[in-house]
């Protein structure tokens, strides 16, 4: 048996198992980093330290504090919070306590939340603050199950009238109590531990359905110490690495980052806000991140806004170190798949040193100048902008996972990585493409089932343990996939075509700079169009060279100027697409899309039948008098 396969195969039975262990090994190590904002609010913040050992201390209080209110075995408690510190020691005392998380963005309104407190039979709701209480009062008739609501910001947990006694508590308060517990209770916390079995559920996440009612994924403990071990044996990460966490945590994406880390022992700097990943970045130095194809998106579209800003000769400078950089990435993955070494022709390798004093170098700078590689997940990378990151050495190491699989399946070998795919099969993970393109899955890191769905879990889960994806797939000779779009969202025109919109929508925003977000339509139809929405900070910044300034953004959008300024970049796509593929006509959107207008699932996916259906009158005008199927 080789090192990695006894490294999964004798993992522990939960990753509490893994945290005690980890607190004996390394007590005194760095565990956690995490801002403290400045009293008034004005200036930077104040990172400080949680040791292990540390760590550990307030995990079992809050795993004491759970038991001392009657949480049992596999019951859920609710953790409605943002990404920070707090977010991963209650999530380990939950699982201390034998119980289970049910996750639930901060973002979600209070029928959704309400729903999955129910449909979960959540006993206790963890809520970062007075928004959230809020929520859970409103419906709190609907939910008889609900014994406490517990509050992280202690100044938001003040009972109102009408609460029950004891039903609202600061999280001070829970570790107080747990504290007291673990006096007459020394061991309880270890006879919880001790007592998981690998089948015990620990987590409830619900998927972001496009339509309907979100399903309750259940993930046993064993799902995550299977993939605490799988990252731990891939070697992309070390002790001594710093990981840089600001994914949402109530997301499979960012939870099974908690698990790796627990494993291989390294410090994780945690902050969920968004708006300060640029300003924390350089502060916290980062080995390694992972994040979404947005944020790169966004840092591709600034820096190419930045260099247009700067002039006709600085933007030139740009786009020519830009192509530099996709060609030299090409180059070198190439090579390194054929011998094994990274080297390009000396001639590239000219240019390419001085687009890096140009360009590359500051951009590596504002990442905080040591970061070996990003993951990218939660959907497609488009090709070309993972070809620039990768030739300006930031290495974008693609993945690929769903909900029901734990987050990880698959992901790029460090070096080996290859732009375009999402790697290789995590190990213990194993996969087959259906005869229909369907990528299936099997591994310890699959879904027991959807919570209380039995029907549903029997049409994906079959009872040998393959799991059907609903993604569509091919795999290289090598063991490299490929995504090439989700089964239903493949789009067959009237002329009987199949066309991928992911794949195009991918690729036109690698042609424009402007471009947020853009939903290719054309099911049923006999050509394509598309709903483009664009970058505000971009396009303003355009609109204000371009003798538009002081027009809102709706208004520059609406501008005939900017209109043909689009049309230009896809006319440019459609030079590379196939007839049938062509974008015949677009609209751009008043506005862009966003999670709070449900036209983004929290992890920025785009949601196609509600944008469809929100804007279904710019789609027929765009169908107008032409024939359909």
Avoid at 14 to 21: H, Q
Avoid at 83 to 102: K, N, Q, S, Y
Avoid at 348 to 370: I, N, P, S
Wanted: glycine share 10%; with cysteine; charged share 25%.
């Amino acid at each position: 048996m080789s090192d990695t396969q006894n490294l999964i195969e004798n993992r522990p039975p939960s990753v509490a198992t893994l945290f005690i262990e980890r607190v004996a090994a390394t007590p005194d190590g760095e565990a956690y980093r995490y801002p403290v904002p400045p009293a008034g609010g004005e200036g930077p913040s104040e990172w400080r330290s949680l040791s292990w050992a540390r760590a550990a201390e307030r995990v079992y209080t809050i795993a004491a504090g759970l038991i001392a209110l009657g949480v049992r075995p596999e019951e859920r408690v609710a953790l409605a919070a943002a990404t920070r510190v707090e977010w991963i020691l209650v999530d380990l005392g939950v699982m201390c306590a034998g119980a289970a998380t049910t996750t639930v963005y901060p973002s979600t309104n209070v029928e959704e939340s309400a729903y999955i407190l129910a449909d979960s039979g959540s006993r206790v709701l963890i809520a970062e603050d007075a928004a959230q209480l809020a929520k859970a009062r409103e419906r709190r008739a609907e939910l008889p199950d609900l014994a406490h609501v517990v509050v992280i910001e202690s100044a938001d947990a003040l009972p109102a009238e009408g609460d029950p006694e004891g039903w609202v508590l600061s999280l001070a308060d829970l570790e107080a109590r747990g504290s007291e517990y673990l006096v007459e209770h020394p061991e309880i916390v270890k006879e919880r531990v001790g007592a998981i079995t690998p089948t015990q559920l620990a987590t409830v996440i619900y998927t972001s359905g496009t339509t309907g009612r979100p399903k309750g994924v259940r993930l046993p403990h064993d799902s995550w110490s299977y993939m605490a071990r799988a990252i731990e044996a891939t070697g992309l990460v070390a002790s001594d690495d710093v990981q840089y966490l600001w994914l949402p945590l109530a997301h499979v994406f960012g939870k099974v980052l908690t698990s790796g880390q627990i494993a291989v022992g390294h410090v994780t700097a945690v902050d969920g806000r968004v708006d300060k990943i640029i300003e924390n970045l350089p502060v916290v130095r980062p080995t390694y991140m992972a994040a979404v194809p947005r944020i790169f998106e966004k840092v591709y579209n600034g820096v190419a806004a930045k260099a247009r800003a700067g002039g006709p000769a600085k933007y030139k400078i740009f786009v020519w170190a830009a192509g530099v950089a996709r060609e030299y990435a090409k180059a070198a993955q190439e090579n390194f798949r054929r011998t094994g070494s990274r080297s390009v022709p000396f001639a590239l390798g000219a240019k390419h040193r001085v687009a890096d004093a140009l360009v590359y170098a500051k951009l590596r700078e504002a990442f905080g100048g040591r970061l070996r590689a990003a993951i990218s997940g939660s959907a497609a990378l488009a090709p070309d902008i993972g070809y620039f990151f990768s030739g300006a050495g930031i290495h974008i190491l693609e993945g690929y996972g769903l909900t029901e699989t734990s987050a990880a399946s698959f992901v790029n070998p460090g070096e080996a990585y290859r732009t375009g795919t999402v790697g290789k099969p995590l190990p213990g993970t194993e996969v087959r493409i259906a005869d229909d393109g369907e990528i299936l899955l099997r591994s310890p890191g699959v879904m027991s089932g959807y919570h209380g769905l039995p029907e549903q879990t029997a049409r994906v889960l079959e009872p040998d343990g393959w799991f059907h994806t609903g993604d569509i797939g091919e795999l290289s000779v090598d063991g490299y996939l490929r995504i090439t779009d989700r089964k239903k969202d493949l789009i067959k025109t009237s002329g009987g075509k199949y066309i991928a919109p992911a794949e195009i929508e991918g690729q036109f925003k690698a042609v424009c700079p402007f471009v947020s977000n853009i939903l290719v339509h054309g099911a049923g139809r006999n050509f394509c169009t598309a709903l483009i929405a664009l970058d505000e900070a971009a396009i303003m910044e355009w609109a204000a060279e371009n003798g538009l300034g002081g027009r809102s953004y709706a208004e520059v959008v609406a501008s005939r100027r900017t209109v043909e300024l689009v049309d230009g970049y896809v006319r440019r796509l459609n030079e590379g697409l196939q007839r049938w593929q062509t974008i015949k006509k677009f609209r751009l959107l008043p506005r862009d899309l966003d999670v709070e207008h449900g036209e983004l699932t929290p992890s920025l996916k785009l949601k196609r039948r509600v944008v469809e259906q929100e804007y279904e009158v710019l789609i027929a005008e765009m169908y107008e008098g032409a024939r359909e199927a």
